[in-house]
């Protein structure tokens, strides 16, 4: 009976073994293994109050140490000084940059260009990317700071604030003290992009809120049950316009930042439910994060693409903890009077959002890359080792660069898209050394993508099986003796 059990726990250590290999990522960094942007160029991190940090520690704490409470702390002296528990600011220190408390001391190697309520046409403005589009009804009074801490004279005037580069600088002394934002994407070799939610939510929450006063002066009275039926259907009206702003723009913000700085390692940081379990009353359970979630949910497929499509590398954040969540608040409870920080990650979800991006950035340590001279391809659209996808790889020329820790690789398989459809692939045996590393041989003679791709995966999938069996043949043999 004991070599029975011993026998059955033995394979079964096997077969978890076996799938946790699988769902092991090549390559992912952590903050001790993460490489130093710090020491070649800089990190920019543009986003809205998820990148500054809205609720995180150190959020209340002005330059000067002193406590700034909820109203005082999200303006005025919040915009000049850097959050510390906010992701970039996380993520600055895991990749050396020098990031002082002051935002506008230019010895700064990293740059937060976040603000909270920022969206991607606001982003653009600042650029001086015309995309057709003013939003008449909301005014972004946070406008004329985005000038005078990262505008340049390329940016648009205020058209949602009224405020102009002339007026800016006038009152305030200058712009872009913070920097001019053209300069410090081409200067970037890391940028975070993180946008997207103020786009499709941030109008809704303003009417919602207080009543939602608009800069058109909408107004809506919450006395009576058809003034309520109004308010939600004005803000699912204005989620999905902002949906659709948001397809259109977004792409249009990587083209730029893309034609600034085409060397960046670029990150696409995803969208989250921002309610998740949120419920209307404390006693009445509806599914309202649901809502949420599939709208979230379309979002990071379209996130998903947009990296596979520019080449960029893509965070999926999609399991933040929010506060709304972690304090169980109800829609008509706690949460109306806490929609600001209801609405943003604990701590403990910034903490999570910065993991989810250092692991699709590259280690520090690069002597166990993959490097491949692909001869003819520059740009590629499938990586897979051992049969699984890997995206979090770089290209420098014909150089193929893929971050894999593991001495398991047996397999590179790299396919490229044509113009007439079909797929151009190249595979490579790999073969391992403690102190060479991975040296890869090419394997000519068979170009089908899906059957080289799916070979090592079925013979592992076929180990898995036979370890499956044996663990039901063990456990049959125990129970018939």
């Not at 002051?102 to 046409?121: I, K, L, N, V």
């Not at 009804?137 to 005037?157: P, R, V």
């Not at 580069?165 to 009152?171: M, P």
Request: with cysteine.
């Amino acid at each position: 009976m004991r070599k029975q059990l011993k026998k059955i726990l033995s394979l079964t250590l096997a077969l978890v073994m076996a799938l946790s290999c699988l769902a092991l990522t090549a390559g992912a960094a952590t903050k001790e293994t993460v490489r130093q942007y710090g020491k070649e160029g800089g990190y920019l991190a543009i986003g809205d109050s998820i990148s500054r940090g809205c609720g995180a520690e150190g959020f209340y704490i002005g330059r000067n140490g002193e406590y700034l409470p909820n109203g005082e702390g999200q303006y005025g002296e919040y915009d000049l000084r850097n959050v510390q528990g906010c992701v970039p600011y996380q993520i600055a220190e895991a990749v050396g940059c020098v990031a002082p408390m002051d935002m506008t001391d230019r010895s700064a190697t990293y740059w937060p260009f976040t603000y909270p309520g920022m969206t991607t046409a606001v982003t653009l403005d600042l650029l001086g990317v015309d995309d057709g589009y003013t939003d008449t009804k909301l005014n972004y009074a946070y406008y004329s700071d985005m000038l005078e801490y990262f505008g340049y004279e390329g940016s648009f005037t205020g058209v949602r604030s009224g405020d102009t580069i002339e007026a800016v600088t006038a009152a305030k002394g200058a712009i872009g003290k913070c920097g001019n934002v053209i300069e410090l994407i081409k200067n970037a070799d890391l940028i975070t992009v993180q946008l997207g939610m103020c786009d499709v939510f941030y109008r809704a929450y303003r009417i919602v809120s207080n009543g939602g006063m608009l800069a058109d002066g909408m107004q809506f009275d919450l006395s009576s049950v058809d003034a309520i039926k109004a308010l939600v259907e004005t803000a699912i009206t204005e989620i999905k316009n902002g949906f659709e702003n948001f397809k259109a723009q977004y792409p249009l913000l990587l083209e730029r930042i893309i034609e600034l700085n085409p060397d960046a390692d670029i990150v696409i940081v995803g969208a989250f439910n921002l309610v998740n379990q949120l419920t209307i009353t404390d006693d009445l359970v509806a599914p309202i994060g649901n809502i949420i979630a599939t709208i979230t949910d379309s979002m990071n497929v379209l996130y998903r693409q947009w990296a596979k499509k520019y080449g960029v590398r893509y965070a999926d954040i999609s399991s933040t903890e929010t506060q709304a969540t972690e304090n169980d608040w109800s829609l008509l409870g706690d949460f109306k009077d806490n929609t600001f920080t209801g609405t943003h990650p604990t701590q403990k979800g910034y903490d999570y959002i910065v993991r989810q991006i250092l692991a699709e950035l590259p280690p520090v340590d690069e002597s166990k890359n993959i490097k491949v001279d692909l001869g003819r391809f520059d740009k590629v659209d499938y990586v897979l080792v051992n049969g699984i996808p890997v995206n979090n790889y770089t290209m420098e020329g014909f150089v193929i660069s893929i971050p894999y820790s593991l001495p398991g690789a047996t397999n590179l398989t790299i396919g490229v898209k044509n113009d007439d459809g079909t797929i151009s692939a190249q595979t490579y045996s790999l073969s391992y050394s403690i102190t060479e590393g991975y040296t890869a041989h090419r394997v000519y003679g068979n170009n089908d993508v899906e059957e080289l791709a799916k070979r090592p995966f079925n013979t592992f999938i076929k180990l898995l099986k036979s370890l499956f069996e044996k663990i039901v043949d063990a456990i049959k043999g125990l129970f018939n003796k």
